[in-house]
């Protein structure tokens, strides 16, 4: 089982910068994977970018691509999202998630546990 806590959500202007933490506590070890989403109103929770925990392997949604950075403390019990370069097509409840085995996908279904979410809000 593991559990996950969110922070480092909040207001910015377009053009700037947040970095959203994802903390990871576990009874049974370390996941194999983590991912952040998003859900903005009315749209689908999508995936942004994933990591497996063993070796930092990364995959990115082409929507975040070369301005997101997905990346985890050297105890890897914390997951990082630099986000860069922001535009208000950000805005959205952010969320963290992770699978106790399999790899890094951008699929939802794929993920066993999920953190409470944080709202990035970005204006123009």
């Known amino acids: 089982q593991v559990q996950l806590v969110e922070s480092g959500g909040g207001s910015a202007q377009a053009g700037g910068s947040l970095r959203l933490s994802c903390a990871a506590s576990a009874e049974t070890g370390r996941p194999t994977a983590m991912a952040w989403f998003r859900q903005g109103p009315g749209n689908r929770r999508a995936g942004l970018a994933a990591?497996?925990?063993?070796?930092?392997?990364?995959v990115y949604d082409d929507s975040v691509k070369g301005r997101f950075t997905v990346s985890l403390d050297n105890a890897k019990t914390t997951m990082y999202l630099q986000m860069n370069d922001l535009v208000p097509e950000d805005t959205a409840m952010y969320f963290c998630a992770a699978r106790g085995g399999g790899g890094a996908t951008l699929v939802a279904d794929n993920y066993n546990y999920w953190g409470q979410g944080t709202q990035v809000t970005v204006s123009a």
């Open positions: 990591i497996v925990t063993s070796f930092h392997y990364t």
